[in-house]
């Protein structure tokens, strides 16, 4: 839907429309924050359809078999989204039994979610049987041993693949990095911890184990870790085949591709990172005698980062002379805890002058009672003053999934974008909404 003719910002659904204002996947925003107010999160939904078809169809072509993705819904779980994985064929990935419900509840097909967790309480367990969840991520000895017990208290074998820890460390920010040894995640393949629930879970008689999982961390742009994980992960299958008699047939490799924020983060060829790894599990499988297993990746942010916008309006412009200028929008840590907690860098527009270059340097802060409570620092912005609309870009991953309502900030309306047309699929919270539980 996008104007060929128009200018772009970072990236392609992002684009200089009429009259300078910015608009996103072909939709001006001056028109949709009429409509829906600020804040407000935008949705490209097309993007996130083109983005898992094109993990389909590499992974596919890749790997070959079943090989597929299997979208990692903590990036961004809303009932609509489980609808375009529902309607795309997708697999998806649920870490919760609030995420499970959400997914129900939007009709998705539960055979084909991975639950993981790794502390699912019984009830949790109970829930993902009994709602009919095709696979079990298993964490731990305790989770195997209640698995079989309501397993077969149902009368059901599950199907499962276990959670190890191949000790590789991505060198992303410490916060996303877990497939290292020292991990609450998985067992660690180094201690032999891995090998022991491999052989309790082959015991167990309510439990079909078919593979195993790892996840080394997020944001990452270089495909040799995720390759270096999959020799450490086909060695130890190798293994356990060796041990055990056991060949696992599924090799699920988590998620972790990078995502564009700015201009100074490459631009990341998915494709080609694919074909890359894939030849590298090739090339480990027969190295190691083993049948090139299905593989599964759990893509979050890179199907639904860069088709996020967050839009705001400007309220307060102070300048301090000597240190910086402020400019307050009317969200900030509440809709996006990700500069608090990561220091995480983002583009920022000046979405009603698109146009003009950016030529002031600003810190974006929230209105929260915090001086924490900032959305970014030396972003680089054409001059705001109060009531233009200020867009931050690729906000689609770990921003509505991670909102709160510190300071009783009601949670921004989720508005999705397809073939130039917008849709409502979250409506903005109420006050009434924030005491609704308060007795
Ligand atoms: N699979 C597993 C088991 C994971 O733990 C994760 C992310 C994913 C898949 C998806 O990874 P992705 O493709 O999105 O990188 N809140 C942080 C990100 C935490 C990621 C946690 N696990 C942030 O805002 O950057």
Excluded: W
């Amino acid at each position: 839907m996008t104007n060929s003719s128009e200018k772009i910002i970072l990236h392609d659904n992002v684009t200089v429309g009429d009259a300078g204002r910015l608009r996103f996947a072909g939709v001006d925003t001056a028109a949709l924050a009429k409509k829906y107010g600020t804040p407000l999160y935008l949705v490209d939904a097309d993007r996130i359809r083109c983005r898992i078809a094109l993990y389909q169809t590499e992974m596919k072509a890749a790997f070959g078999g079943q090989s597929r993705p299997v979208y990692a819904g903590k990036a961004f779980c809303v009932k609509a989204i489980y609808r375009i994985m529902a309607e795309c064929g997708a697999s998806v990935d649920l870490v919760s039994p609030g995420e499970l419900f959400t997914a129900k509840e939007a009709g998705f097909p539960l055979e084909r979610a991975f639950f993981h967790g790794n502390n699912k309480t019984d009830a949790d367990i109970a829930l993902a049987l009994d709602s009919g969840v095709g696979c079990f991520v298993c964490d731990s000895r305790e989770e195997l041993i209640a698995l079989d017990r309501l397993a077969g208290e149902r009368g059901i074998r599950q199907t499962i693949l276990l959670r190890v820890t191949p000790g590789i460390d991505p060198h992303t920010f410490a916060a996303v990095t877990t497939g290292k040894v020292d991990s609450k995640f998985g067992s660690p393949i180094a201690t032999g911890a891995a090998l022991d629930l491999t052989k309790l879970a082959l015991q167990l008689p309510h439990i079909e184990l078919v593979g195993f999982h790892c996840h080394i961390g997020s944001q990452i742009f270089d495909v040799s870790p995720f390759a270096d994980a999959a020799d450490v992960m086909l060695r130890f299958i190798a293994s356990v085949r060796d041990e055990t008699g056991f060949v696992a047939s599924v090799l699920n490799l988590g998620g972790g591709f990078g995502v564009r924020y700015t201009e100074s983060d490459p631009a990341f060829d998915y494709a080609a990172a694919i074909r890359s790894l894939a030849d590298a599990v090739r090339r480990d499988a027969s190295a190691n005698g083993l049948p090139m297993p299905t593989v599964l990746m759990e893509p979050g942010r890179s199907i639904v980062a860069d088709a996020g916008m967050t839009l705001y309006t400007v309220g307060t412009v102070k300048e301090i002379p000597g240190f910086r200028t402020y400019v307050s929008v009317d969200g900030g840590m509440p809709d996006n805890p990700r500069y608090a907690l990561y220091r995480s860098v983002y583009t920022v527009v000046n979405a009603t002058h698109a146009d003009r270059a950016p030529d002031r340097a600003v810190t974006v802060a929230g209105r929260c009672c915090e001086s924490g409570d900032l959305v970014a620092e030396g972003a680089r912005v054409a001059t705001p003053e109060r009531g233009d609309l200020l867009a931050v870009l690729v906000t689609g991953a770990y921003n509505y999934s991670m909102a709160s309502n510190y300071n009783r900030i009601p949670r921004p309306p989720v508005v999705f974008l397809s073939n130039g047309k917008d849709e409502l699929v979250v409506r903005r919270e109420s006050y009434e909404d924030l005491v609704r539980n308060d007795l």
